[in-house]
């Protein structure tokens, strides 16, 4: 009798260190620095015009974590901002930068095409791929995250305002986070090295 | 002659007196603990369909004020049926967002919802003096009085995102 209690006592405690871990690794939110989505559904995809001349989707880069972001190219403070920041947390990821791939959609495919696109990125990291389309397309992914993008004024010279935070993406494709425009390089390597070792 | 009661009054009043300055000298001294860092709001059950029938409703308040370390992380919850642009983000139906906030600023956020474009979040400073502390209780109080009587002001409405 004092042998089976034994082992209903080791059989209870497995259990209750198994479950234990299985509510540690299902809960990761809390400790990213970014905005965390629970549960967390699939990315929204899409197929757009890659600025590397191939087709972008997200289905492509599974197994690496998405930075995705929207932006034009004329943008005057937003967008290099942060697509320096990306640039940086991929240099303070070492050799897990190449786990991560950093996703610009245009928001302003009148004046974004391609070339211009690929010019653009490469000042800040030639591993950066842009994403165009027709402007119909572009505003149907938009709005399956909810991207605001409103243009200012007219001319050639307009300005468009925009939704200026980053979508992180897991390795499955699973849209995890969202972190609001200002935070630094080191919340994003944070954030990012978290998602790759789940 | 003075009716009984009357005969009370100056002890009454003293008492008063001294629960008043004892509880502000609580308020303004005793350090602040919370259950939940987490200001939630909610869109309930419905929130659309009701729009669709012309009915005004608001969640978000144009502006949101959190504090760092008691109340830091903004808690969005969509219980509705369909996806809701809330705040900074569209969030699914039976998803939550949660957002924290490690710095004392004001963040700006494009929201659809509001009629300015624009939602507001200002992170206070964790309160450190006596009259800091006294401050945030007072405009928690605040906030839950206007709460139950149901008026618009923050903290757990049914609305718009």
Not at chain 1, 5 to 34: D, E, Q, R, W, Y
Not at chain 1, 166 to 194: E, N
Not at chain 2, 135 to 156: C, D, E, I, M, S
Request: aromatic share 8%.
């Amino acid at each position: 009798m004092a042998r089976l209690n034994h082992i209903a006592a080791l059989l209870l405690s497995l259990l209750f260190v198994v479950s234990m871990m299985a509510s540690a690794s299902a809960t990761v939110g809390p400790a990213l620095k970014a905005g965390v989505f629970n549960p967390p559904y699939m990315a929204p995809d899409f197929s757009l015009r890659g600025s590397d001349g191939s087709d972008v989707t997200l289905a492509r880069y599974r197994g690496k974590v998405v930075l995705l972001t929207f932006g034009y190219t004329n943008c005057a403070a937003v967008c290099p901002t942060t697509l320096a920041t990306l640039a940086q947390t991929r240099s303070g990821l070492g050799k897990a930068a190449n786990a991560v791939q950093v996703v610009y959609v245009t928001i302003d495919p009148a004046r974004d095409d391609v070339a211009r696109m690929h010019h653009y990125l490469a000042a800040f990291d030639s591993s950066f791929v842009g994403a165009t389309g027709t402007p119909d397309v572009l505003a149907a992914v938009r709005r399956k995250y909810g991207i605001t993008a409103v243009k200012q004024g007219g001319g050639s010279n307009y300005a468009m305002a925009h939704t200026s935070s980053i979508f992180l993406i897991d390795r499955t494709g699973k849209l995890r986070a969202l972190m609001p425009f200002g935070h630094d390089a080191a919340d994003f390597v944070h954030d990012v090295k978290l998602l790759l070792v789940q | 002659m003075k009716p009984a009661s009357w005969k009370f009054r100056p002890f009454i009043a003293t008492l008063l007196l001294l629960l008043l300055i004892g509880g502000t000298g609580w308020a303004a001294l005793a350090p602040i603990h919370v259950a939940s860092h987490d200001e939630l709001f909610e869109i309930p059950k419905g929130t659309w369909a009701r729009r669709m029938a012309g009915e005004k409703i608001e969640i978000l308040p144009q502006t949101i004020r959190l504090t760092l370390g008691l109340n830091d992380v903004l808690l969005l919850k969509n219980k509705d049926d369909v996806p809701h642009i809330f705040g900074p983000t569209l969030i699914m139906p039976g998803q939550s967002f949660s957002l924290p906030f490690a710095q004392a600023s004001t963040y700006t956020f494009q929201c659809t919802a509001h009629a300015t474009g624009q939602l507001n979040i200002i992170v206070d400073p964790a309160p450190q003096s006596a009259w800091e502390r006294l401050r945030w209780r007072a405009r928690k109080l605040t906030n839950t009085v206007w709460g139950f009587a149901g008026l618009p002001y923050q903290h757990n409405h049914a609305g718009h995102g």
